[in-house]
């Protein structure tokens, strides 16, 4: 992992960046994050660090974030989002946001936990809607060659490029509710940040 901060719109990109990133030493996964902690501010935002465990083989390495505003005390919450800015990620790929989309709705059809059912929801919800900020507006119905970071997501859009029409997405968004009914529902139940209930 590099050393040099990676730049994130929210403390819960930063945590779906580890969950969608291989590790470095055995190239599988999944990484899991420790607690974020504030390690320096600035006037354009903040630094925080964690350390990234990977599930397979138990290797740690601290990676760093840079955030544009420090978190506040109920970021990250259900009711969150993970950007708030139209510009697409820096740090996941559009093929790693439909892969997290997938993830979290097959875990969702396995979930019992209504509550937690709707939280997936969201953030099944807000993958894809962060998928489909790397197309453009004109009528290409597939991402540009620059909405791929990643070899991974590159030889999936190679092999099956249908999973990446733009078209599909907003089929598979139309069938989720709103964002803003399905916030509305979870700041009436548990107050555990969404994106920390995988760890």
């Given at each position: 992992?590099?050393?040099?901060?990676?730049?994130?719109?929210?403390l819960?990109e930063?945590?779906?960046?580890l969950?969608?990133t291989?590790?470095?030493?055995?190239?599988?996964?999944?990484l899991s994050?420790s607690?974020a902690?504030?390690?320096?501010?600035?006037?354009?935002?903040?630094?925080?660090g964690?350390?990234a465990t990977?599930?397979?083989?138990?290797?740690?390495t601290n990676i760093t974030?840079?955030?544009?505003?420090r978190?506040s005390?109920?970021?990250?919450?259900?009711?969150?989002?993970?950007s708030?800015v139209?510009?697409?990620?820096?740090?996941?790929?559009?093929?790693?946001?439909?892969?997290l989309?997938?993830?979290?709705?097959?875990a969702?059809?396995?979930?019992?936990?209504k509550t937690?059912?709707?939280?997936?929801?969201?953030e099944?919800a807000?993958?894809l809607?962060?998928a489909?900020?790397?197309?453009?507006d004109l009528?290409?119905?597939?991402?540009?060659?620059?909405?791929?970071?990643?070899d991974?997501?590159?030889e999936?859009?190679?092999?099956h490029?249908e999973?990446?029409?733009?078209?599909?997405l907003?089929?598979?968004?139309?069938?989720?509710?709103?964002?803003?009914?399905?916030?509305?529902?979870l700041?009436?139940s548990?107050?555990?940040p969404?994106?920390?209930?995988?760890?």
């Amino acid at each position: 992992m590099p050393d040099e901060a990676l730049v994130a719109h929210s403390l819960a990109e930063a945590y779906l960046y580890l969950r969608a990133t291989p590790c470095a030493s055995c190239g599988q996964g999944p990484l899991s994050g420790s607690d974020a902690k504030l390690t320096a501010e600035t006037g354009f935002g903040v630094r925080v660090g964690m350390r990234a465990t990977c599930g397979s083989c138990g290797r740690a390495t601290n990676i760093t974030f840079h955030l544009a505003e420090r978190p506040s005390d109920d970021s990250g919450q259900c009711a969150g989002a993970i950007s708030s800015v139209a510009a697409a990620s820096r740090i996941l790929d559009v093929g790693q946001w439909i892969m997290l989309f997938r993830v979290t709705t097959e875990a969702a059809d396995k979930e019992t936990d209504k509550t937690r059912v709707r939280q997936l929801g969201l953030e099944a919800a807000q993958c894809l809607e962060e998928a489909l900020k790397f197309y453009d507006d004109l009528d290409n119905d597939l991402p540009p060659p620059e909405a791929f970071f990643t070899d991974a997501s590159r030889e999936r859009f190679k092999t099956h490029p249908e999973q990446f029409s733009k078209q599909r997405l907003i089929e598979l968004r139309s069938k989720l509710p709103s964002l803003s009914a399905m916030r509305s529902c979870l700041s009436r139940s548990d107050k555990m940040p969404w994106w920390r209930r995988w760890w």
